[in-house]
């Protein structure tokens, strides 16, 4: 459950920052999450299946582009 949650508002704020300050588009955090600690509902639902896999894949690719920088610099 930590994970998912990580996952989720990790993934969430590096989309919303991409869209907002690199692609000048308007748009709203809470678009981005996937409801993950809430009642499933059917909005929390959308956002759920539209949400989660993008959240963890920025989270991934984030993670996986500061383990290199990270491993360039202290090697």
């Known amino acids: 459950m930590i994970k ?3 996952t989720d508002y990790l993934g969430a704020l590096l989309r919303f920052t991409y869209y907002k300050y690199v692609k ?3 748009v709203i ?3 981005f999450l996937t409801g993950v600690n809430t009642p499933r509902t059917k909005v ?3 956002l759920y299946d539209n949400n989660y896999g993008k959240n963890r894949m920025w989270c991934a690719v984030f993670l996986l582009i500061l383990a290199g ?3 360039i610099c202290f090697s």
């Open 4 to 6: 998912a949650w990580i």
């Open 24 to 26: 000048r588009k308007k």
């Open 29 to 31: 955090y809470s678009n």
């Open 44 to 46: 929390d639902k959308a």
């Open 69 to 71: 920088i990270l491993g």
